[in-house]
Nanobody, 116 residues
Framework: QVQVVESGGGLVQPGGSLRLSCAAS????????MGWYRQAPGKERELVAR???????EYADSVPGRFTVSRDNAKNTVYLQMNNLKPEDTAVYYC??????????WGKGTQVTVSS
């Protein structure tokens, strides 16, 4: 079972940027659909961005143009570059990995706080 570990969260001012990283275990990384989700206090976990192999990345309606998801299969890592951050982007950001229609494997999350 793949394991994923997120890093790169922190406190940033509105309009600032952060890059999150998610490192995955195992030798099958290039086959995994990698996703970034977030969960704000009192809200459900929601998809932010997803990238599968050579497929076109998918983004939530609230983030296209501000967030960019990418992957480096040689490093078993997926990234989420977040620009022009807003207070409403404050949440715990989770990385997920799944093969095809299997269940997501989740990381423990990394806190992103956007505040002045």
């Amino acid at each position: 079972q793949v394991q994923v570990v997120e890093s790169g969260g922190g406190l940033v001012q509105p309009g600032g940027s952060l890059r999150l990283s998610c490192a995955a275990s195992g030798s099958m990384f290039s086959f995994y659909i990698m996703g970034w989700y977030r969960q704000a206090p009192g809200k459900e976990r929601e998809l932010v961005a997803r990238i599968a192999g050579a497929s076109r990345p998918e983004y939530a309606d609230s983030v296209p143009g501000r967030f960019t998801v990418s992957r480096d299969n040689a490093k078993n890592t997926v990234y989420l570059q977040m620009n022009n951050l807003k207070p409403e982007d404050t949440a715990v950001y989770y990385c997920s990995a799944r093969l095809g229609s299997s269940s997501n494997n989740w990381g423990k999350g990394t806190q992103v706080t956007v505040s002045s």
